[in-house]
Nanobody, 126 residues
Framework: QVQLVESGGGLVQAGGSLRLSCAAS????????MAWFRQAPGKEREFVAA????????YYADSVKGRFTASRDNAKNTVDLQMNSLKPEDTAVYYC???????????????????WGQGTQVTVSS
């Protein structure tokens, strides 16, 4: 049974930082590209970042580029999202997701991912 479990969310002031982590089990972690999505109240789930199987390639939404950094540790089956210079508009539930394919514009589409975590709340106050 595949499980993705996010942690690290919380309340932070604008300009602050948070580090999210996602622990994976039940899958060959190094065979899966990983991604982070987020969903704010009343909005659709949106792509945030993706990282390739080895961690050697990453891709970010324009809204977080330069502020967020995705990384992974295949020995520990974890993927992290370091979030700096947070803004109130970053407030959302953040989800990690896994799929086999890394590249391609479909990486932005939530429906193309095979497995999802339960999400962790990030709230940025102004």
């Amino acid at each position: 049974q595949v499980q993705l479990v996010e942690s690290g969310g919380g309340l932070v002031q604008a300009g602050g930082s948070l580090r999210l982590s996602c622990a994976a089990s039940g899958l060959t972690f190094s065979s899966y590209a990983m991604a982070w999505f987020r969903q704010a109240p009343g909005k659709e789930r949106e792509f945030v970042a993706a990282i390739s199987w080895s961690g050697g390639a990453t891709y970010y939404a324009d809204s977080v580029k330069g502020r967020f950094t995705a990384s992974r540790d295949n020995a520990k089956n974890t993927v992290d999202l370091q979030m700096n210079s947070l803004k109130p508009e970053d407030t959302a539930v953040y989800y990690c997701a896994a799929r086999r394919q890394y590249a391609g514009t479909s990486a932005l589409a939530p429906t193309t991912y095979d497995f999802w975590g339960q999400g962790t709340q990030v709230t940025v106050s102004s």
